[in-house]
Nanobody, 124 residues
Framework: QVQLVESGGGLVQAGGSLRLSCAAS????????MGWFRQAPGKEREFVAA???????TYYSDSVKGRFTISRDSARTVNLQMDSLKPEDSAVYFC??????????????????WGQGTQVTVSS
């Protein structure tokens, strides 16, 4: 089991930036990929970005491509740099880990462990 804790959320003006971090603990040695999802009030959880844990490959939703960057800066930390933020980006952001190999990084059901989330609010 992998435990995940997000941090870095907050309130920012449209056009601003935030950097989210996800710290992982527990058994991470069989992790295949980690990702970021978000959920706004009254909406389903949606995919934001993901990266393979053992290869330098990243994936993004069309809505954030070119504005967000997912990366690793340590063996147990994944980050999400968010630039040019829009009010539509407001949501609770969750990091997640999966053991299952293959594609479909955008499917939340492929992930096995989830953090509690961090709130991101973008004002206009």
């Amino acid at each position: 089991q992998v435990q995940l804790v997000e941090s870095g959320g907050g309130l920012v003006q449209a056009g601003g930036s935030l950097r989210l971090s996800c710290a992982a603990s527990g058994f991470i040695y069989d992790t295949y990929a980690m990702g970021w999802f978000r959920q706004a009030p009254g909406k389903e959880r949606e995919f934001v970005a993901a990266l393979r844990w053992t290869e330098p490959r990243t994936y993004y939703s069309d809505s954030v491509k070119g504005r967000f960057t997912i990366s690793r800066d340590s063996a147990r930390t994944v980050n999400l740099q968010m630039d040019s933020l829009k009010p539509e980006d407001s949501a609770v952001y969750f990091c997640a880990a999966r053991r299952e190999s293959g594609g479909d990084y955008y499917k939340s059901e492929r992930y096995n462990s989830w953090g509690q989330g961090t709130q991101v609010t973008v004002s206009s």
